[in-house]
C-alpha cells in the first residue's frame, strides 16, 4: 500500500483555515508546503494539490462579514479569490523550478463520463508537462445541483480519475478518533481503517471551524470514494510548517487501506460496464493491444452501434474475438469516419483538432 515516501501519484487536499488565517494568506504556511512538494517532485512523483480558500480570500477583499453568504455573494468572492489563490500558489512553487496550473471543475465534470474523459486527458498532460495543478471546485458557476460540496470529495474524486495511488487530506487534527477529540476527552485515535463500517460512520462528527465545510463525515465520503479507486487516503494534521514531510517522518495520522490498487480497480469498473456498440481491430493492433498499447484509428476496421465519447465498446479481434472493453474518444460516427487513417490525416477528415487515440490503454479492461 502506497506511502508518502513511495507513492508514484499523490493528491493534497489544502482547507481554508490552513490558508487563510485572521490576517489573510498564510504565505510562511504555504511556503513550507510548497517545500514539501518540491520534495516529492524531486523523486519523481506527480503531485495535483486540491486547494480551498477562493471564497474565503475573496470575501476579504470584497468586506463580507463572516458567515453563510448569499449564492450570489459566494460566487462573486469565488471568482476574485480564485485569482488572489492561483497567483499564491504560482509564488510559493515558482522559486522550486515548479509551474503551476489552475483547474476549475464541477461535480458534472466527473459525473458525465464525456467530461470526465476530457478532465482525465486534461490533468494528465499537466502532469506529463511537469506541472503541479491546483484544482478547485468552480464556485463562480456551481449551483446546488452540480457542486461537490466540499473538497475533501473533490480530492477523492481527482484521486480515481487520475488513478492516483495517495490522497492527502490535510485537516485541523492529526486523524480519525472514536469522538470528536475537541470535545470527549475520552476519544480515541485510530491509526489504520480497512473498512468503513456502520460504527466507523457512527463516529464521525461535523465541521469544527467557521471557514471550512467539511468534517468527518464528508472524509469518510472521500475516503469511501478513494478505497474504491485502490488509492490509499490519509488524515494529517495540516496546521504545521512543513506537513508532508511531518507525515513521512511518522507523523500521527489516520490511514484509509485499500484493498486493491488503483490500475487493478479500474480495470474491474471498466470490465463490468455493458458496451454500446463494437470496434474491430486487425492483426496488427489486436497484437499491440496484448502488448499494452493504446488503440490508434489506424488499426481499426470496423464500427457497430451507437455510442457516444466516453461510452463502453467492445473491442473485437480480426476473427470476431472478443478482446476487451473500452472507453472510446470518439463517437461512433467519428470512430467510422477515422478508421484505418493514420494520425496525421485525422484532422483533415474530421474538421477539428483531433486526438491521435481512439482509446487509451489506460481506459481498457483486456
Known amino acids: 500500500m502506497a506511502t508518502l515516501s513511495d507513492a508514484r501519484r499523490v493528491v ?20 513550507g508546503l510548497a517545500e514539501d512538494v518540491a520534495k516529492l517532485r524531486s523523486r519523481g512523483a506527480d503531485v495535483i494539490l486540491v486547494s480551498s480558500g477562493s471564497i474565503a ?24 479569490g480564485q485569482i488572489r489563490l492561483a497567483r499564491a500558489w504560482e509564488e510559493a512553487l515558482a522559486p522550486h ?20 474523459l476530457n478532465s482525465r486527458a486534461t490533468l494528465e498532460a499537466l502532469l506529463a508537462f511537469g506541472t503541479v495543478p491546483v484544482v478547485n471546485e468552480n ?4 449551483t446546488d445541483e452540480i457542486r461537490y ?39 480515541e485515535h485510530i491509526p489504520e481503517i480497512t473498512a468503513i463500517t456502520p460504527d466507523i460512520e457512527a463516529m464521525a462528527g461535523d465541521a469544527g471551524t467557521g471557514l471550512a465545510k467539511g468534517g468527518m463525515k464528508t472524509k469518510l465520503i472521500a475516503a469511501r470514494t478513494a478505497m474504491r479507486a485502490g488509492a490509499t487516503m490519509v488524515i494529517a494534521e495540516g496546521s504545521i510548517r512543513n506537513p508532508l514531510k511531518c507525515l ?43 502488448r499494452g498499447s493504446s488503440l490508434l484509428p489506424a488499426g481499426v476496421t470496423a464500427v457497430a452501434g451507437v455510442f457516444g465519447r466516453g461510452d463502453p465498446v467492445a473491442i473485437l479481434g480480426p476473427g470476431g474475438e472478443r478482446l476487451g472493453i473500452g472507453l472510446t474518444r470518439y463517437t461512433a460516427a467519428e470512430a467510422a469516419a477515422i478508421r484505418g487513417r493514420r494520425t496525421g490525416d485525422l484532422e483533415a477528415i474530421l474538421g477539428y483538432p483531433a486526438r491521435s487515440v481512439l482509446i487509451h490503454r489506460d481506459d481498457m479492461a483486456m
Not at 476579504?60 to 463572516?66: E, I, Q
Not at 492516483?164 to 490535510?170: F, I, K, N, Q, W
Open 149 to 187: 460540496g466540499d473538497n475533501d470529495r473533490l480530492a477523492a474524486q481527482i484521486a480515481a480519475t487520475v488513478g492516483a495511488d495517495l490522497a492527502v487530506l490535510l485537516s485541523d487534527v492529526d486523524g480519525f478518533y472514536t469522538g470528536n477529540p475537541k470535545t470527549d476527552a475520552g476519544a
Open 248 to 290: 513521512a517522518e511518522g507523523a500521527r495520522a489516520t490511514w484509509f487501506r485499500p484493498e486493491t490498487d488503483p490500475r487493478r480497480a479500474r480495470i474491474t469498473w471498466i470490465a463490468a460496464m455493458k458496451p454500446r456498440g463494437e470496434i474491430t481491430v486487425d492483426a496488427g493492433a489486436a497484437g499491440a493491444l496484448d
Open 12 to 31: 493534497v487536499k489544502i482547507g481554508s483555515a490552513l490558508l487563510v488565517g485572521e490576517d489573510g494568506l498564510r504565505r510562511d504556511w504555504i511556503a
Open 97 to 116: 523550478g515548479i509551474t503551476t496550473a489552475q483547474v476549475l471543475l464541477t461535480l458534472e465534470d466527473s459525473e458525465d463520463r464525456r467530461r470526465y
Open 57 to 80: 480570500l475573496g470575501r476579504r477583499s470584497l468586506g463580507l462579514a463572516d458567515g453563510v453568504l448569499p449564492l450570489e455573494q459566494s460566487q462573486a468572492a469565488a471568482a476574485v
Open 139 to 142: 464556485d463562480t458557476i456551481a
